[in-house]
């Protein structure tokens, strides 16, 4: 979408606001597809938890992409948006025997990753499949290494925990449906995605009525000039041959899924804030915009890079500049970008803001979170209001008769 389609949405429905355009959702969809165009059974199960607005997972829907859940709320959302239960996967983790059981009520494929849980669970339902997450122990050491890491990640059953997994699983007779993993940001590179990959299949050896290997995500996104992103093209083709060869040997075609939050969604979405003030100092020159770390977290939290432009000058000189909020606490967006001349007023655009950003705002600092608009085949359709005051003391309970107002102030007499 075009810079001037952004900035009447930010004078249409006010700033701050998230946009998402739904055609970059839908071209990294196909992108993905096509780099697995030659797997007989490929499933995309889009990680909700990447950006969970209800008109967001029906496009998905309307994709063909199932969905990756990791709480019982995030099923109930997949549900209302129209998902059939048989197209959500649930990968919580930490979570009680209770939600786990309420999510299986609601039929949704389970998929455990712990051996406690899985023992209790297999004991009371033998009949219900379940899918086991695996911890192959693999990361990306530097210059591409592969290294056995992450002995103490809380994620997954640990490969050296089979033994005690096939066990329970004889103990109890229950029937596993599918091998899962998800590393997160460990695996950077396509040959230790393809190493972690034959842990899995060794692991699927030992289950014979599996249905599918899930091989989870961490696909990465540039987020600015010069950032590794993943191939996916080369991944498909590589893990593609890979993958059709242990089906032979299994004896049986198995589904091969993914669960992409980040791929799909990062670079469809932008935020709009408005500047505030141009504050300058003796050695910096600051714009504070009307927004922080209460609604855009991952600067702050992981130190993440988001592109920044001034929607309303593009031709204006670039100056440097520290993009900060109005949070009450350090909350910078960027120190020292490049970016045209920012009067008060104008409106900042950061980019890669579809994925882990409205879905990790709050109300610190008591503020209200901000509207989220869809761009759809040339139109924009606001898909969530601004909150207003009624959100902020919704459930707070108001107990006026415990406390008298003092009418003695702490102030020196
Ligand atoms: C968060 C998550 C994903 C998505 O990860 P991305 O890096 O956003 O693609 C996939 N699977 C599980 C189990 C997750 O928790």
Known sequence: MKHSD????????????????????????????????????LKLNYAAKALSNLAILRLMNSLGSGLDTVSIQEVKLGLLAGFRPQDIIYTPNGVSLEEIEKASELGVQINIDNLSILEQFGAKHPKVPVCIRINPHVMAGGNSNISVGHIDSKFGISIHQIPHLLRIVELTKMNINGIHMHTGSDILDIDVFLYASEILFDTAKHFKELEFIDFGSGFKVPYKEGDIQTNVE???QKLTG???????????????????????????????AKVNVVKQTTSTVFASVDSGFNHLIRPMLYGANHHIINLSNPEGRERYYSVVGYICETDTFGNNRRINEISEG????????????????????????????????????????????????????????????????????
């Not at 089906?247 to 932008?270: M, N």
């Not at 655009?349 to 989220?372: D, K, L």
Request: aromatic letters at 14%; one cysteine or more.
């Open 6 to 41: 952004l900035l009447k949405i930010a004078q249409n429905y006010g700033a701050p606001v998230y946009v998402y355009d739904s055609e970059k959702i839908i071209s990294q969809f196909d992108r993905l597809t096509k780099a697995f165009g030659n797997v007989p059974k």
């Open 234 to 236: 080369e991944l498909g």
């Open 242 to 272: 890979r993958f059709n060869d242990f089906c032979k040997e299994y004896g049986k075609d198995l589904t091969l899924a993914f669960e992409p939050g980040k791929f799909l969604v990062s670079e469809a979405g932008f935020f709009l």
């Open 346 to 413: 104008d409106i900042l655009c950061f980019h890669n803001a579809g994925a882990y950003c409205f879905t990790m705002a709050s109300n610190y600092n008591s503020r209200y979170r901000p509207a989220e608009v869809l761009w759809h085949e040339g139109k924009s359709h606001l898909i969530r209001e601004r909150e207003t005051f009624d959100d902020i003391i919704r459930n707070q309970v108001d107990q006026p008769a415990l406390f008298v107002p003092s009418l003695e102030k702490s102030v020196a007499k």
